[in-house]
């Protein structure tokens, strides 16, 4: 399975601090992506990294590709109660059917 | 928001009850998903559709009966449900299949079967 697992299962911050959220993968991949979900809605699409590519950002995201290591993280600066939502790693398993982990629980604490 | 619509929100039926759930995205994609999400489970992939045909059924029960019209419209058809199927269902539609291109959700479905 090219499941994705986050790491840790839920994380706690204050705003203002930065959150770092960890995911490991088993097999070969094209591409990472990292999606984000409010409280029992749909998902929204943050960063596609590809295999090639080590690092990527997007306004307060910054996501890291270690493909030797088969593991990739997603830190977001400053953070905002707005921020508060489950995250998580996607990877890309036969044709286009996404693999999702389980999420990262952020909580931001304003 | 996403480009991606879905209805009802929310959804009670008995076990005994048919209904359908429909997605529409407005984004001009070829293909279109269903998912479920149940609590303290990853997300799963229940049917792919590309260009209104199916491609993939990831080995769901009968009692629900998807159907894709056009490629901008996907329902799922619920009958005989269980309590267990009680889950947030969610659509999603890509620019094709075959590539690991981004997915676009709609905000779900929340269904509960009494």
């Known amino acids: 399975s090219q499941q994705g697992e986050e790491d840790p299962q839920a994380l706690s911050i204050q705003e203002g601090e930065n959150a770092t959220m960890n995911c490991s993968y088993k097999?070969?991949?094209?591409?990472l992506q990292w999606y984000r979900q409010n409280s029992g809605r749909g998902l929204v699409h943050l960063i596609l990294?590809?295999?090639?590519?080590r690092e990527k950002h997007s306004g307060r995201l910054r996501v890291t590709l270690d493909t030797s290591k088969k593991s990739s993280s997603l830190l977001i600066t400053a953070s905002r109660a707005a921020d508060t939502a489950s995250y998580f790693c996607?990877?890309?398993?036969?044709?286009?059917?996404?693999?999702f982990g389980a999420g990262t629980i952020l909580r931001v604490k304003s | 928001e996403t480009g991606v619509t879905q209805t009802p929100r929310h959804l009670v039926m008995g076990m005994t009850n048919k209904k359908s759930l429909k997605c529409e995205q407005h984004?001009?994609?070829?293909?279109m998903y269903w998912y479920k999400q149940s609590a303290k489970k990853p997300l799963e992939l229940m049917f792919v559709?590309?260009?209104?045909?199916?491609?993939e059924n990831n080995s769901v029960p009968s009692r629900f009966s998807p159907e894709c019209p056009n490629s901008s419209h996907l329902f799922l058809h619920l009958h005989t449900l269980q309590p267990e199927d009680s889950a947030l269902y969610l659509c999603a539609s890509s620019q094709e299949v075959g590539t690991q291109e981004t997915q676009y959700f709609g905000p779900g479905t929340r269904l509960l079967v009494l």
């Open positions: 097999t070969s991949i094209n591409n």
């Open positions: 984004l001009g994609h070829n293909a």
């Open positions: 996607v990877t890309g398993g036969y044709g286009n059917k996404l693999v």
């Open positions: 990294i590809r295999s090639n590519e």
């Open positions: 559709y590309n260009f209104k045909e199916q491609t």
